[in-house]
């Protein structure tokens, strides 16, 4: 309880005024609540003015008490002790930072006396490696997050080269940016290893991702990527079968390094005796290890490391709808297309990236098989689509076409529903498979078993009627459903054709 006539003023940061007022009755608890409300009190007052005043005490160098010598000119740069010991938790009264610029030296005290920085994409990363050395952490996790939040096949290699060179220096703040790094191009291995970034990266670099359980590849592509980088840095084109010896002994020098983090057991033993071999960089006990693995794998144990099989790639790899939490669709999609390797599918289209209009659809995926039509209904999580080995094409009125392969599917992405598994309807009816109008996008059966119209996220026109031409292959009784309502709209809807499919 205060006593009649005081006043409590609370410094709280909501905007540009920060006084919270508080007073008991009495004549100086009114005064002053008129006074503040006449703003004769500086609006500036509170935190406003306490960073003000830290960031002049900054520039007074008068009274600073430490001297820091930064960039290789060992340019002086003072401050108070006190401020940083108390602000930065891996302060160690190192005074010297030949490495580190002025300006981003400046940045970071800055930084450390009033919380507050203006971000620069071209020094982001040097500031992040200062403010690990200092300890001060918030900052470090803030430009982490905005160079991972950031990351695409361009830059990655850049960001990922630059913490593992810190890293062998001793800055284990880096292990966050290298996970990340490794992450991102682990799940989206095919795209980024075929970028001209990958070529240039450093020995460390391509063992550093090579190692990584997550990069999501077959590992003959794997070795591909490795031998692709060692071809380019020894500067032989030709393929392994045409080399002379001096091209051998040219890509060895890069090659031999790396190969022994390729797991090389589990590779194909064509591709083995074909690719890999003729380089004549496996050791030869390596290659009696990877004979004897194929004749007798039973005298291999599980935890050999050299037979870790790296986790499942991301099929469908630029997908907004089968993500990560997706990723068994994913898996049952390309086991349905019948692949025996791990088959890797490029998005043609996207309706929101190239529009809902049924013409958007026709001119990104006519002409163009097999494809696999992926459909998220809008609100839910449920998803359905369909796959075609017949091209789409515009027809004025609508046209049916036969399909033997053609079949759908639907998944309900509910972590917490009964239908845990995707489930497929083949066609039964095959000469009425496929429907092609240039008035709406892809159509799957007579009736239709699957309609998306055109719009189809501003109108309930889609529609399914199943089964017609299409049957679930299980027979269920009552049969099942590929869509949780009879009319939907679509929040997003995809069409993908195998990555190699040389006629996209």
């Known amino acids: 309880m205060m006593p009649s006539g005081t006043v409590c003023l609370k410094y709280l940061p909501s ?10 009755s009495g004549a100086l608890g009114d005064e002053l609540h ?22 002049a005490l900054l520039d007074d160098v008068n009274s600073a008490d430490l001297v820091f010598f930064v960039g290789a000119k060992e340019i002086p740069m003072r401050c108070h002790s006190i401020i940083l010991r108390s602000r930065c938790t891996a302060f160690r009264g190192e005074t010297r930072f030949p490495d580190v610029t002025p300006d981003v030296f400046k940045i970071l005290l800055g930084y450390i006396y009033t919380g507050k920085f203006n971000v620069d994409h071209n020094n982001l990363f040097d500031l992040f490696s200062v403010a690990g050395e200092f300890g001060v952490e918030d900052l470090v996790g803030t430009c982490e997050e905005i160079l991972c939040g950031s990351l695409d096949p361009n830059n990655v290699f850049n960001l990922l ?15 966050g940016i290298l996970d990340r790094c490794i992450s991102f191009v682990g799940e989206n291995a095919s795209e980024v290893l075929q970028s001209s970034g990958f070529l240039t990266i450093s020995q460390n670099c391509l063992a ?5 359980d997550n990069l999501c590849l077959e590992e003959e592509e794997v070795w591909r990527c490795v031998l692709r980088w060692a071809q380019y840095q020894a500067n032989v084109e030709t393929h392994v079968s045409c080399w002379s010896e001096s091209e051998k002994l040219k890509v060895a020098k890069y090659l031999t390094p790396v190969i022994s983090h390729v797991r090389l057991l589990l590779i194909d033993s064509r591709v083995f005796a074909e690719e890999v071999e003729p380089t004549g960089c496996v050791p030869m006990a390596l290659s009696l290890d990877r004979y004897r693995f194929a004749a007798l ?26 993500n990560n939490e997706r990723i068994m669709l994913g898996r049952k999609l390309n086991e349905w297309y019948g692949s025996s390797k791990q088959q890797s599918w490029r998005c043609i289209y996207r309706a929101s990236l190239h529009g809902y209009e049924a013409d958007s659809f026709h001119n990104h995926c006519d002409g163009i098989a097999p494809t696999y039509v992926v459909a998220l209904i809008q609100n839910t999580k449920w998803i359905c689509g369909g796959f075609s080995d017949v091209a789409w ?11 033997t392969k053609a079949f759908l599917f639907c998944f309900d992405g509910n972590s917490s529903s009964s239908r845990a598994e995707p489930v497929k309807f083949n066609v039964v009816k095959k000469h009425f498979a496929l429907c092609h109008d240039s008035n709406s996008g892809p159509i799957f059966g007579a009736g239709a078993d699957l309609y ?24 269920t009784d009552p049969p099942e459903v590929l869509s949780p309502s009879y009319h939907f709209k679509l929040a997003d809807y995809e069409v993908f054709t195998p990555a190699a499919n040389p006629g996209s």
Do not use: W
Not at 208 to 212: E, M, Q, S, T, W
């Open 452 to 475: 998306i119209s055109s719009n189809c996220n501003n109108n309930s026109d889609s529609y399914s009627n199943l089964p017609h031409s299409y049957e679930s292959e299980n027979g």
């Open 15 to 24: 905007g540009d005024n920060v006084i919270a007022f508080t007073a008991s």
């Open 34 to 55: 008129h006074r503040i409300l006449k703003g004769i009190v500086p609006k500036d007052s509170g935190v406003p003015r306490l960073l003000k005043d830290l960031s």
């Open 393 to 403: 094409s515009r027809s004025k009125t609508p046209r049916y076409a036969t399909s």
């Open 161 to 175: 080269n630059a913490a593992l060179v810190a890293k062998q220096t001793g800055k284990k703040y880096m292990d």
């Open 208 to 212: 550093a991702l090579v190692n990584a």
């Open 297 to 322: 794998p039973h005298q291999f144990h599980d935890t050999d490391p050299r037979l870790t099989p790296r986790n499942s790639p991301r099929l469908f790899q630029s997908s907004s709808i089968i």
